[in-house]
């Protein structure tokens, strides 16, 4: 699969402060005929005590769900099945499921069984972008953001995932939660996908698309540019959080 691909994390400052680690996971992986990137973000709040386990596990789900589609066996079949099983929503209950599945092994490794379950110990938000041989598919479940670039602007892929109540996979119903988009692959693209800390850091559009411009002209410069960039990005996202919106960012970048 052709496409460049870097992400970086960074712990929140305001987790720096309590000594606290990331509740953000993100996992991207680049495979013979297709690629994926996926960003998590664990809830904040005392409450979702396992949330940094729960984003985890959420990226886990799609690489595992991913696997059956065999899809570096055969592409064009399995892209086939991929988009009819996700406009039938089964692909979206088999996230839901996995991601549960996941969460039960984890949370009972941890506890003896007479521990009851609650899902929302693990509470999280689940993006993810997947690159196929004839369509890119974009899928958010939460208050993360997927940016693609258009013309010289970027356009959020969906206008309205920032609700009053952010979306979790620990509801029960968070499968009709879930939304997704299918774009014809591009010859040439460039696209963000960010946890809210990311976005949230930036008072206007211009100062995030100055940021965003900025990384893509570097990243496509020169491999020494490149390199550089990657070492001394994590400690850039800790400053744009320290500054701006104090909470964990995660950040993935893919262009071709």
Same mark, same amino acid.
């Given at each position: 699969m052709e496409?460049?691909i870097?992400?970086?994390?960074?712990?929140g400052?305001?987790?720096?402060?309590?000594?606290?680690?990331?509740?953000?996971?993100f996992?991207?992986?680049k495979?013979?005929?297709?690629a994926v990137?996926?960003v998590?973000?664990?809830h904040s709040m005392?409450?979702?005590?396992y949330?940094h386990?729960?984003s985890?596990?959420?990226?886990?789900?799609?690489?595992?769900?991913?696997k059956?589609?065999?899809?570096?066996?055969?592409?064009?079949?399995?892209?086939?099945?991929?988009i009819?099983?996700?406009k039938?929503?089964k692909?979206?209950?088999?996230i839901?499921?996995?991601w549960?599945?996941?969460?039960?092994?984890?949370f009972?490794?941890r506890n003896?069984?007479?521990y009851k379950?609650?899902y929302m110990l693990?509470?999280?938000?689940?993006s993810?972008v997947?690159?196929?041989?004839?369509?890119i598919v974009f899928?958010?479940?939460?208050d993360? @953001?997927?940016? %693609?670039?258009?013309?010289?602007?970027?356009? !959020?892929v969906?206008k309205n +995932?920032?609700? *009053?109540?952010?979306? $979790?996979?620990a509801?029960y119903?968070c499968?009709?939660?879930?939304?997704?988009s299918?774009?014809?692959m591009?010859?040439?693209?460039k696209?963000?996908i960010?946890t809210?800390g990311?976005?949230?850091?930036?008072e206007?559009?211009h100062?995030?698309k100055?940021?965003?411009?900025r @990384?893509?002209? %570097?990243?496509e410069?020169?491999?020494?540019s !490149?390199?550089y960039?990657? +070492?001394?990005? *994590?400690k850039h996202? $800790?400053?744009?959080?320290k500054?701006g919106s104090?909470?964990?960012?995660?950040?993935i970048y893919?262009?071709?």
């Amino acid at each position: 699969m052709e496409v460049n691909i870097f992400g970086e994390g960074a712990v929140g400052y305001k987790n720096i402060v309590k000594s606290s680690s990331s509740q953000d996971f993100f996992l991207y992986k680049k495979y013979k005929n297709y690629a994926v990137c996926t960003v998590a973000d664990g809830h904040s709040m005392d409450v979702f005590k396992y949330s940094h386990i729960g984003s985890y596990l959420a990226c886990q789900s799609v690489f595992e769900i991913l696997k059956t589609y065999k899809l570096n066996e055969d592409i064009e079949k399995g892209e086939q099945n991929f988009i009819c099983d996700l406009k039938n929503k089964k692909v979206q209950n088999d996230i839901k499921n996995k991601w549960r599945d996941l969460v039960y092994r984890e949370f009972y490794k941890r506890n003896y069984k007479v521990y009851k379950l609650d899902y929302m110990l693990f509470g999280t938000t689940l993006s993810f972008v997947i690159f196929l041989k004839e369509y890119i598919v974009f899928f958010n479940l939460g208050d993360s @953001t997927i940016l %693609i670039k258009e013309d010289k602007d970027y356009v !959020n892929v969906f206008k309205n +995932n920032n609700f *009053k109540f952010v979306n $979790s996979l620990a509801l029960y119903n968070c499968e009709e939660k879930m939304q997704y988009s299918i774009l014809k692959m591009n010859k040439d693209f460039k696209l963000v996908i960010s946890t809210d800390g990311f976005i949230n850091s930036f008072e206007t559009y211009h100062k995030l698309k100055s940021e965003l411009d900025r @990384t893509f002209q %570097i990243l496509e410069k020169d491999i020494f540019s !490149n390199r550089y960039l990657r +070492n001394i990005y *994590k400690k850039h996202l $800790s400053n744009i959080s320290k500054y701006g919106s104090k909470d964990d960012i995660s950040i993935i970048y893919i262009y071709n």
